[in-house]
């Protein structure tokens, strides 16, 4: 819960740059009141005269122009710019004088001067000379009146009991500071407050300006401190008191602040000139404010809810943060600023960091599909084939065959040829050849089939039977459970900042009990809207439905 959790979520609407601005209850009363002045029928007792005087360009017209709710008294923004006194009646019974600016043309400021009494500057040298008489324009009625009034008759004691200032409302531009011409003009308005009605009507309204395009005030610190300094040294100096002049800060095209210096006005003014305003300060304007408020954090939190459902789930935010869980904390962020200091719920910062972290998980878990394929489980298998068994082998076989050998004779018969053959006798014994059988070995290679054996030709794997394997996630929208979520976490912010005796867990757990029995009949209606082809209508259509439920 943080400011930077809440910046991160104004990143997502850029296009709505005002959706997550805090609107805090005396903005509403303002803006009201404002209302009620120009609507509401003698909201005032009877007629109330309030000035507006101030430097040129401060912003006098534009809180005439306010209160009116058009543009009808001129106001160009440059110096000088209005030369004739404006007037206009509201219903309410208040008279509203947009005075030419103190400080500018001295012949105009003259004009101011001369309607609050003050002395006249009369310097000829510079061609500032004192008037006889002004004009003044009438934007009560659908036509301009102007009349031209002698200054004699406007100050005549019988004029000055229908139009003297009830309050002198003093507009400063704190950007522009307050210069040495502002401080004169001062002292001699509040001298002539002092010399006429013995004491101040006058109340200081610092018009508070901002760039129009970025927001940022154009003052630094050390002009608002300035001016006030400079204003409550001549407020005290003039009356010789030591209270401090009646100072407020306000917005004079928008009417920011206009509340609280309506509550200062009516304990200024005469009880019998009050009539209504007192009821409407003390109780319906903030019984209506504090019912605005509620009904527009409402219809933030619904815009935030239908942009967020159409995000899925894994996005990420500012610094690669989980977007459920910035937006979570952004909300809750949103709503202690909304409807309590935050520094006052420092305590349960911790318990809400825990149940927004479980409900994003949650979430998360709920909107996120797995991504599946189908495997196939495979083993190897061999590939064989039937191969015959040849063997082959010597074989020896024996046959009978007659075989001739010479029975060689024996060495005694050997001796005896030899010694007959020597005497020349001639060989007595001779070697004897017989046929003998005897059997012959043949060899010859037989080849012999012994049957078949498989062979393995080749390897494959085979599948065998299949298996889902998870092979990613799909996140998926936010959708209904985001919406739930964000709506209940406000919901049940807003609760416990307004009533922190139940506890915050008590808070969200009602808030999610009424949210799902609020949308419950409009569930399937939403999902259905979700899930059709995203188009830049669709986040409208949920707002409308959603409102319809929960703000009817």
């Known amino acids: 819960m943080s400011d930077n959790a809440l910046e991160n979520l104004r990143q997502i609407f850029q296009d709505q740059p005002e959706l997550l601005k805090v609107i805090e209850l005396g903005d509403i009363e303002s803006k009201k009141l404002v209302d009620v002045f120009r609507e509401s029928n003698e909201l005032f007792a009877t007629p109330v005269n309030l000035y507006v005087t101030g430097r040129t360009g401060a912003g006098k017209t534009s809180l005439g122009n306010c209160l009116l709710e058009e543009v009808k008294m001129k106001s160009t923004g440059y110096m000088d710019c209005t030369d004739s006194v404006g007037f206009f009646k509201l219903a309410s019974n208040l008279c509203y004088f947009d005075l030419p600016g103190a400080g500018s043309d001295g012949n105009f400021e003259n004009i101011n001067r001369a309607v609050l009494l003050v002395p006249q500057l009369d310097e000829k040298d510079i061609d500032i000379i004192t008037i006889e008489e002004f004009k003044k324009i009438d934007y009560s009625t659908p036509v301009e ?99 401090n002049p009646p100072i407020f800060e306000f917005d004079a095209k928008t009417g920011k602040g206009v509340n609280e210096i309506t509550s200062y006005i009516c304990q200024i003014l005469p009880k019998e000139k009050l009539g209504n305003i007192q ?14 408020r509620s009904i527009h954090y409402q219809q933030t939190l619904i815009s935030i809810a239908s942009r967020l459902a159409g995000y899925k789930v894994d996005q990420k935010a500012g610094n690669q943060e989980d977007l459920i869980q910035v937006a979570a904390s952004a909300v809750c962020s949103y709503g202690v600023k909304t409807f309590k200091n935050q520094e006052e719920i420092a305590q349960i910062k911790a318990e809400l960091n825990k149940i927004i972290e479980d409900a994003a998980m949650e979430i998360k878990e709920s909107q996120t599909n797995d991504i599946k394929v189908i495997k196939n489980i495979t083993e190897s298998k061999e590939i064989t084939k039937e191969r015959p068994i040849i063997k082959q082998e010597i074989i020896t076989d024996y046959i009978e065959v007659n075989e001739i050998k010479v029975k060689k004779l024996n060495p005694f018969k050997k001796v005896v040829n030899t010694v007959t053959t020597f005497i020349g006798v001639g060989k007595v014994f001779e070697d004897k050849i017989i046929a003998e059988k005897v059997k012959k070995p043949i060899e010859r290679l037989e080849t ?83 899930e059709s082809i995203p188009t830049q209508n669709i986040e409208q259509k949920l707002i409308q439905i959603i409102e319809r439920e929960l703000l009817r």
Request: charged share 30%.
């Open 448 to 530: 012999r089939f012994l049957g078949y054996e498989k062979e393995v030709i080749d390897t494959v794997e085979a599948v065998v039977g299949q298996v889902e394997e998870i092979v990613g996630k799909e996140y998926l929208q936010g959708g209904y459970p985001v919406i739930k979520l964000i709506l209940a976490l406000g919901r049940g912010i807003q609760a416990y900042c307004t009533n922190s005796k139940c506890s915050l867990q008590d808070c969200i757990s009602e808030a999610e009990v009424y949210v799902e029995c609020k949308l419950a009949h409009v569930e399937a209606e939403i999902k259905q809207l979700l």
């Open 145 to 243: 009146e102007i009349e031209i009034i002698k200054v004699e008759e406007w100050q005549s004691e019988a004029k000055q009991k229908e139009v003297q200032p009830d309050v002198i409302l003093y507009v400063i531009a704190p950007h522009m500071q307050f210069l040495r011409d502002d401080q004169r003009y001062l002292c001699d308005l509040l001298k002539s407050q002092l010399k006429y009605y013995h004491r101040n009507k006058v109340v200081f309204a610092l018009n508070i300006f901002s760039h129009e395009k970025t927001g940022e005030v154009k003052h630094t610190e050390q002009n608002l401190e300035d001016v006030k300094s400079k204003i409550t040294t001549i407020f005290k100096n003039v009356y010789a008191t030591k209270e």
């Open 279 to 292: 009821q409407v300060l003390r109780s319906d304007l903030k019984e209506f404010a504090q019912k605005q």
